[in-house]
Antibody, heavy 120, light 108 residues
Framework: QATLEESGPALVKPTQTLTLTCTLSGFSVSTTSMRVSWLRQPPGKALEWLARVDWDDEKFYNTSLRTRLTISKDTSKNLVVLTMTDLDPADTGTYYC????????????WGQGTPVTVSS | SYVLTQPPSVSVAPGKTATIPCGGNSIGNKRVHWYQQKPGQAPVLVISYGNDRPSGIPERFSGSNSGNTATLTISRVEVGDEADYYCQVWDRDSKHYVFGPGTKVTVL
C-alpha cells in the first residue's frame, strides 16, 4: 500500500524559506514511471499544482511560481523535498504531496496534507 | 495556460443522479481525472483517464468526455457523497497539472 506523509513547519514568517518533506512508503520514488508532485490548497480555495519530480530526476514547475520553487528527491531515503522561498501570507494553506505513477496524469495516492501559515 | 471551469455548487436529492460538468477548450481531446474531497481530508481519486474507477470506488461513479465538456456522474446519490469535486487534466503544452475550481455537491 502506497503512503505519503508530509512534514514541515506549521508557521513561517514572511520572506522566509519553507522546506517541506514528503516521506514515501510502499513504493520507491526511483521506480520507472513514478512521479511525485507537491500541491497546495489555500483555505476554502481550489487545489493548485506546484512542482513534480520524476523517477529519472526530470523536474517540472508551475510557471507562475518557478522562481521560488525547488523540488528534489533523495532516493536513498525515499523522500521528496520542496523548498519555497520568499514566503508571503498568500502562501498560507495546506500543502500536499501526491504520486502519479505509470502514465503520470492522475494522482492516485495523496498524503494527509500539512498546514502552513505565513504570518509575522 | 489551459483553464477548466466548474459550477460552484450542485444540489441533489438522495437516490437521484448528480451530474458535475467540467468545461475546457476541446477537453474531449484530453484525459480528465476527478477527485472527491471531504472537509478536512485529502483529495481522493474517483475517476481517472476519463472513466476508470480506482479500486474501492463504487460503480455509482462514472465519467464521460466530449467536445468542450467532461462530466462526472454520481448515480443513486448517498449522503456520504457530499463533498467538493475537482476535475483535473495534464496539459501537455504547458507541462502543468490543471485543476478546475471545484464543485460542492450538497445532498438535500
Amino acid at each position: 500500500q502506497a503512503t505519503l506523509e508530509e512534514s514541515g513547519p506549521a508557521l513561517v514568517k514572511p520572506t522566509q524559506t519553507l522546506t517541506l518533506t514528503c516521506t514515501l512508503s510502499g513504493f520507491s520514488v526511483s521506480t520507472t514511471s513514478m512521479r511525485v508532485s507537491w500541491l497546495r490548497q489555500p483555505p476554502g480555495k481550489a487545489l493548485e499544482w506546484l512542482a513534480r519530480v520524476d523517477w529519472d530526476d526530470e523536474k517540472f514547475y508551475n510557471t507562475s511560481l518557478r522562481t521560488r520553487l525547488t523540488i528534489s528527491k533523495d532516493t536513498s531515503k525515499n523522500l521528496v523535498v520542496l523548498t519555497m522561498t520568499d514566503l508571503d501570507p498568500a502562501d498560507t494553506g495546506t500543502y500536499y504531496c501526491a504520486r502519479a505513477p505509470n502514465r503520470g496524469e492522475a494522482f492516485d495516492s495523496w498524503g494527509q496534507g500539512t498546514p502552513v501559515t505565513v504570518s509575522s | 495556460s489551459y483553464v477548466l471551469t466548474q459550477p460552484p455548487s450542485v444540489s441533489v436529492a438522495p437516490g437521484k443522479t448528480a451530474t458535475i460538468p467540467c468545461g475546457g477548450n476541446s477537453i474531449g481531446n484530453k484525459r480528465v481525472h476527478w477527485y472527491q474531497q471531504k472537509p478536512g481530508q485529502a483529495p481522493v481519486l474517483v475517476i481517472s483517464y476519463g472513466n476508470d474507477r480506482p479500486s474501492g470506488i463504487p460503480e455509482r461513479f462514472s465519467g464521460s468526455n466530449s467536445g468542450n465538456t467532461a462530466t462526472l456522474t454520481i448515480s443513486r446519490v448517498e449522503v456520504g457523497d457530499e463533498a467538493d469535486y475537482y476535475c483535473q487534466v495534464w496539459d501537455r503544452d504547458s507541462k502543468h497539472y490543471v485543476f478546475g475550481p471545484g464543485t460542492k455537491v450538497t445532498v438535500l
